[in-house]
């Protein structure tokens, strides 16, 4: 039986993936492209960010943060560029990319503070 704790992990180690996906794609393009990269977000996020998305003891008020922040530079970044990005290397030549990443990097750093989480046992 998959308890909401057990999905919770799941959902954390998904975020913490899609963190990692972004700061590996800072200089070169996503392998699945970057509108898939920034559309993926919203497969994790409900947005607006509200802490109680993120409960305790799964997420931790840093990662929360990270990922208030994290979103906040994405929609900055959407904000600035087409709705379906034709020209990949020029959307991550702007600012915004470079912010967005930047925010993927503190969130990284966040993150691998606990590392990953069990997908089959729950944590107590």
């Given at each position: 039986?998959?308890?909401?704790?057990?999905?919770?992990?799941?959902?954390?180690?998904?975020?913490?993936?899609?963190?990692?996906?972004?700061?590996?794609?800072?200089?070169?393009?996503?392998?699945?492209?970057?509108?898939?990269?920034?559309?993926?977000?919203?497969?994790?996020?409900?947005?607006?960010?509200?802490v109680d998305s993120f409960p305790a003891p799964v997420f931790t008020e840093?990662?929360?943060?990270?990922?208030?922040?994290?979103?906040?530079?994405?929609?900055?970044?959407?904000?600035?560029?087409?709705?379906?990005?034709?020209?990949?290397?020029?959307?991550?030549?702007?600012?915004?990319?470079?912010?967005?990443?930047?925010?993927?990097?503190?969130?990284?750093?966040?993150?691998?503070?606990?590392?990953?989480?069990?997908?089959?046992v729950k944590l107590a």
């Amino acid at each position: 039986m998959t308890t909401s704790r057990l999905v919770e992990q799941r959902i954390r180690n998904r975020l913490f993936e899609y963190i990692e996906w972004v700061v590996e794609s800072e200089r070169m393009l996503p392998d699945l492209g970057l509108n898939e990269l920034l559309n993926q977000w919203e497969d994790w996020i409900s947005r607006p960010v509200e802490v109680d998305s993120f409960p305790a003891p799964v997420f931790t008020e840093p990662e929360t943060r990270a990922l208030r922040a994290l979103d906040a530079t994405w929609d900055l970044f959407c904000s600035a560029t087409p709705t379906t990005i034709v020209d990949e290397r020029a959307a991550m030549s702007t600012p915004q990319w470079r912010d967005f990443v930047a925010a993927a990097k503190a969130a990284a750093v966040v993150f691998r503070v606990r590392g990953r989480f069990p997908e089959d046992v729950k944590l107590a």
